[in-house]
T-cell receptor, first 112, second 118 residues
Framework: EAQVTQNPRYLITVTGKKLTVTCSQNMNHEYMSWYRQDPGLGLRQIYYSMNVEVTDKGDVPEGYKVSRKEKRNFPLILESPSPNQTSLYFC???????????FGQGTRLTVV | AQSVTQLDSHVSVSEGTPVLLRCNYSSSYSPSLFWYVQHPNKGLQLLLKYTSAATLVKGINGFEAEFKKSETSFHLTKPSAHMSDAAEYFCVVSEGSLIKAAGNKLTFGGGTRVLVKP
């Protein structure tokens, strides 16, 4: 089954404790992105990747890092989480630029 | 730069009545447009997409949307609402077709939450 898999689905952590949210897709897609969803703001792009070793900032990259060492994986790294990063995070992948994106189930992160 | 405005943050309809969700966009290029639905505690599911073919696009679950370039709109409609349509809906624009460096960046509207009354 074609899918985008994020882990964990839920995470509560403390300020400053490094964490990684994993994202994996099994569709051989070139494009992958990370978004955060906050009430009334829709989804905002954090980082994106056009292919292996090619990543760039989206609209809200501060406080986040990503890597794309393999085509299927695109982890999101929070080196020093802060409470304003409490949000619902989605990973997405797509084959090209004119086709729809496939989204993971989301990761609800709470930073206390 | 691209942007999307969903004109209603909440829409309440009675079961069996029509649904209209309004979306206006701005884009420097010919965009691709999408509607996604998010049910509670679920991920996002594609309802339909417009990519410069027919301006009236039919999607899943009886939804359709019409692309009107002159009005820069992409409103979503359904003739008869069902209880299972209660969810949040997002209008999305992508300029990736002409700006490949943007990496298929999707710009989301703020969302419209639909409530369906029995």
């Amino acid at each position: 089954e074609a899918q985008v898999t994020q882990n964990p689905r839920y995470l509560i952590t403390v300020t400053g404790k490094k964490l990684t949210v994993t994202c994996s897709q099994n569709m051989n897609h070139e494009y992958m992105s990370w978004y955060r969803q906050d009430p009334g703001l829709g989804l905002r792009q954090i980082y994106y990747s056009m292919n292996v070793e090619v990543t760039d900032k989206g609209d809200v990259p501060e406080g986040y890092k990503v890597s794309r060492k393999e085509k299927r994986n695109f982890p999101l790294i929070l080196e020093s989480p802060s409470p304003n990063q409490t949000s619902l995070y989605f990973c997405a992948s797509s084959k090209g630029s004119e086709v729809e994106a496939f989204f993971g189930q989301g990761t609800r992160l709470t930073v206390v | 730069a691209q942007s999307v405005t969903q004109l209603d943050s909440h829409v309440s309809v009675s079961e069996g009545t029509p649904v209209l969700l309004r979306c206006n966009y701005s884009s420097s290029y010919s965009p691709s447009l999408f509607w996604y639905v998010q049910h509670p505690n679920k991920g996002l599911q594609l309802l339909l997409k417009y990519t410069s073919a027919a301006t009236l696009v039919k999607g899943i679950n009886g939804f359709e949307a019409e692309f009107k370039k002159s009005e820069t709109s992409f409103h979503l409609t359904k003739p008869s609402a069902h209880m299972s349509d209660a969810a949040e809906y997002f209008c999305v624009v992508s300029e990736g077709s002409l700006i490949k460096a943007a990496g298929n960046k999707l710009t989301f509207g703020g969302g419209t939450r639909v409530l369906v009354k029995p």
